[in-house]
């Protein structure tokens, strides 16, 4: 490689290149435009949405009016507001409303959650491992134009491996202290 000279790329670089440069920012936009569409915050609702989290952060069972629907509403009921009520909401919080339905459903004892968070974190990890490995045997690709593809991929999905498994991570912690209680 010539350092400081431009080198021809391929015409699948090229296109792919194009292709990144305008799709990303395309879907982006558009996705944007569907956020926007769907959740319609105006700048001028600001300072009751400001006004309402200060509310909540008062007192999470204080009811604000929602500045969309124009509903009254409180984060919490008020016997739920305080000490180890609000600690094990914040810890349901970090579950979707389906995992927590089946775990009622089951024990009761978040054993099925650990199990999951668990069994996810073992494999995203075992996963992450052989990413990673992939990415030290094919770093000499990086000059093969042919090849060079799959190193970069492979170090981004190590990337997104490892942040999942982060969030997997404060999923099985919420869970064992659930477990705890």
Known sequence: ACVGIPQPQPPHVVWLIRGLAA??????CLLSFALKWRFPVHPEMSPQ??????????????P???PVTGETLRLLEPEMA?????????????FPRRALRREVEGAGDF??????????SAALGAAMVVAGAGVGLTFD?????????????????????????AMIAFRASAANRLHEL
Not at 23 to 28: E, S
Not at 111 to 120: F, H, I, N, Q
């Open 111 to 120: 054993s099925r959650l650990r199990l999951t968070m668990g069994l996810c």
């Open 64 to 66: 604000v009016s929602d």
């Open 23 to 28: 799709g990303v920012p395309t879907l982006a």
């Open 82 to 94: 305080s000490g180890d009520s609000l600690r094990i909401v914040h810890l349901l919080a970090s």
């Open 49 to 62: 949405i400001l006004a309402g989290i200060a509310a909540h952060r008062a007192d999470p069972a204080a």
């Open 141 to 165: 690709w990086l000059d093969r134009p042919d090849r060079s593809w799959v190193p970069t991929v492979l170090c981004v999905l190590t990337g997104l491996l490892l942040t999942v498994l």
